[in-house]
C-alpha cells in the first residue's frame, strides 16, 4: 500500500510563493497520476493540478499561469509550485495518487493534507 505525505503548506502574504512537497512511500508497479486538490473552509474539495507518469500537466483555471507541477524522475515525488498566491488560494491542500498495483490493478491514494492560508 502507497502512502503519501504532503509538506511545505504555511501563512503567507498575498503575492508570496509556497513549494508543498508530496512523497509516496510503499510498494507498487507504478503511479501514473499525481494531483494536488484544495478544499476551503466551508466548500468541496477541489482539483489544482496533476501530473502524469510521462509528464503531461493539467491545471484548473484559476490557478494557470501561478502554479506550477512537476515530478521526479523516479515518480514518487510531485511538488506544486505556487506563486503569486490570493487569499482565494486559502485551503487545504490534499495529494492523490492514482497507484497501479503489481496485479495491474489500480486505486487512489489521498495525503492527510497541509493548510496554506493566504492573507491579504
Known amino acids: 500500500q502507497v502512502q503519501l505525505v504532503e509538506s511545505g503548506g504555511d501563512l503567507v502574504q498575498a503575492g508570496g510563493s509556497l513549494r508543498l512537497s508530496c512523497a509516496a512511500s510503499g510498494s507498487s508497479r507504478s503511479i501514473e497520476i499525481m494531483a494536488w486538490y484544495r478544499q476551503a473552509p466551508g466548500k468541496q474539495r477541489e482539483f489544482v493540478a496533476q501530473?502524469?507518469?510521462?509528464?503531461?500537466?493539467t491545471y484548473t483555471d484559476s490557478v494557470k499561469g501561478r502554479f506550477t507541477i512537476s515530478r521526479d524522475n523516479a515518480g514518487n515525488t510531485a511538488a506544486l509550485q505556487m506563486d503569486n498566491l490570493k487569499p482565494e488560494d486559502t485551503g487545504v491542500y490534499y495529494c492523490?495518487?492514482?497507484?497501479?498495483?503489481?496485479?495491474?490493478?489500480?486505486?487512489?491514494?489521498w495525503g492527510q493534507g497541509t493548510q496554506v492560508t493566504v492573507s491579504s
Open positions: 492523490k495518487a492514482n497507484v497501479i498495483r503489481y496485479d495491474w490493478r489500480s486505486y487512489a491514494m
Open positions: 501530473i502524469t507518469s510521462g509528464g503531461a500537466t
